[in-house]
């Protein structure tokens, strides 16, 4: 099958972008903050774990977020938030059986950076009371170019952050524009440079294809611009069009949305333009300098992935604070309330603030695997992630019909238990993944399309 032909028969299907099996759709209520907290309990203290942090706020909204944020008019509400952060630190180390190492810190949002210089840095002071930093850990915070002060990257430096994201998306004035996200080039450097000097070694920076009124064109023009800026990782993310589920998208024009075809050509030219720059393509999304961490653990097949995508954060546990944070052991995930004044009910009650969750069963750890591989390695061998798992004989017979489908229309090989996504296939490395989700047919949450 050709690759239009490919994209016509798979690229409109709607199915998850997989930085969790199962995914957050299927999370159930059932689940109790007690199990949760029995969960924490059982922490290997021998192993290193990773820490998620979230704050919900920023200073404006952009029209296509997915994420969970408020408008912070104001400060007061997230000096609160932060008070109530700092009790959740103590909540949750509580629970835990003894000091524990970080390996990685990620403090995402929202944007962690409408905080208070002196605030960030009541909460790393918390942190590093409670936990032992890992030798070499990674210290990562996620920025808003238009709002980031010079003190507030002076402090980043100064508290030991190793990397700051940034989320520029796109430079062309009418896209952004339309998502109602004004940040010319000079704010971008200004904001990397501040960083920089400051002593944050790494930066990373989003784009978005797919977005109203992007063209190929403007796109590379982007590319270039960002690539002026030398990060050290580029994610390029196919905007997940789902009004649905996040409202404020209603406010982008759907008739300006570029149609299947014209995303595809976007991800593929600036794929291109990224790699001919010099930069090593990882998984799905991700491009990488090639002496970047990321870069040299998919060259290793090290690579994992977790709800911030792809990533070198091979720990088991996860802990994860701040309302709507999603938190996992080798026993379950568990996310927190959404909303911060549930979340700080449960949290002043001396509660976890679990919201949902779902205990994993041995097919879901088997399952959550096989996608995994896919999603970072583009290939598997079946026969062996059963045998690792124990379950070297049933774990894929409702799949057994799609992947023979896949394989037909060009999409994978099938050598054996050994399967491997074609280069026509890659793109649609979700497609392939969701073969594998049991969850998927039973649940009619709907999710974002494939490219
Ligand atoms: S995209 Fe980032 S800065 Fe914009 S509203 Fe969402 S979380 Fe805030």
């Known amino acids: 099958m050709t690759s239009e032909n490919l994209l016509q028969k798979y690229a409109t299907s709607a199915v998850p972008r997989y930085t969790s099996y199962p995914t957050a759709p299927h999370f159930s209520t059932d689940l109790s903050p007690e199990t949760c907290r029995g969960w924490l309990e059982r922490v290997d203290p021998s192993e290193p774990v990773s820490l998620y942090l979230h704050l919900p706020f920023c ?6 977020c997915g994420c969970n944020m408020r ?35 990620a403090f995402g949002g929202g944007t962690p950076t409408v905080l208070e210089p002196d605030d960030l840095e009541r909460v790393m002071s918390a942190l590093r009371s409670r936990f032992r930093l890992a030798p070499g850990a990674e210290l990562s ?5 238009r709002t980031l002060t010079d003190a507030m990257s002076e402090r980043i430096g100064k508290l030991g952050f190793t990397r700051a994201s940034f989320g520029v998306q796109e430079f062309d004035p009418k896209v952004q524009e339309a998502i109602h996200r004004i940040q010319p080039p000079d704010v971008v450097a200004h904001a990397i440079g501040g960083l920089r000097r400051a002593g944050v070694r790494h930066i990373n920076i989003d784009l978005i294809y797919g977005l109203p009124h992007q063209t190929v064109a403007s796109l590379t023009r982007s590319i270039a611009t960002c690539l002026e800026m030398r990060p050290d990782r580029v994610a390029l993310f196919g905007y997940a069009h789902v009004p649905w589920m996040a409202k404020r ?44 961490t990321l870069a040299v ?56 603030p679990v919201a ?40 894929s017979a409702d799949a057994l019909e799609q992947l023979r489908d896949m394989a037909e229309d060009g999409l994978i090989t099938l050598d054996g238990g050994h399967l491997k996504l074609s280069e026509e296939g890659r793109p649609l490395v979700r497609v392939v993944a969701a073969a594998f989700d049991r969850y998927l047919a039973r649940n009619k949450a709907r999710h974002s399309v494939a490219i």
């Not at 915070?141 to 170019?145: A, F, H, N, V």
């Not at 568990?334 to 549930?342: L, M």
Request: glycine share 8%; with cysteine; hydrophobic share 40%.
């Open 59 to 64: 200073r404006e909204v952009c029209w296509y």
């Open 71 to 105: 408008l912070a008019a104001r400060y007061e509400p997230v000096a609160a938030y932060v008070e109530t952060l700092l009790r959740e630190i103590d909540l949750v180390c509580g629970f835990l059986p003894g000091p524990i190492e970080i390996a990685h810190l």
């Open 141 to 145: 915070i996620e920025s808003d170019p």
């Open 249 to 292: 998208q209603r406010m982008i024009a759907e008739d300006a949305l570029p149609g299947p075809e014209e995303r595809a050509d976007q991800a593929a030219s600036a794929a291109e333009a990224l790699i001919s720059a010099g930069y090593q393509a990882i998984g799905l999304d991700h491009f990488a300098r090639e002496d970047d």
């Open 297 to 352: 653990a998919a060259r290793n097949g090290e690579l994992h992935r977790n709800f911030q995508g792809y990533t070198t954060d091979r720990a088991r546990t996860l802990l994860a604070l701040g309302a709507t944070s999603i938190g996992r052991t080798p026993e379950g995930y568990f996310q927190n309330e959404p909303v911060p004044a549930a979340w700080t009910q449960a949290i002043e009650a001396g509660r976890l």
């Open 356 to 395: 949902k969750g779902i205990a994993l069963t041995a097919d879901d750890s088997l399952r959550a695997h096989v996608i995994e591989r896919i999603m970072c390695d583009a290939e598997i061998d079946l026969e062996a992630a059963g045998h690792q798992f124990g379950q070297p004989d049933d774990w």
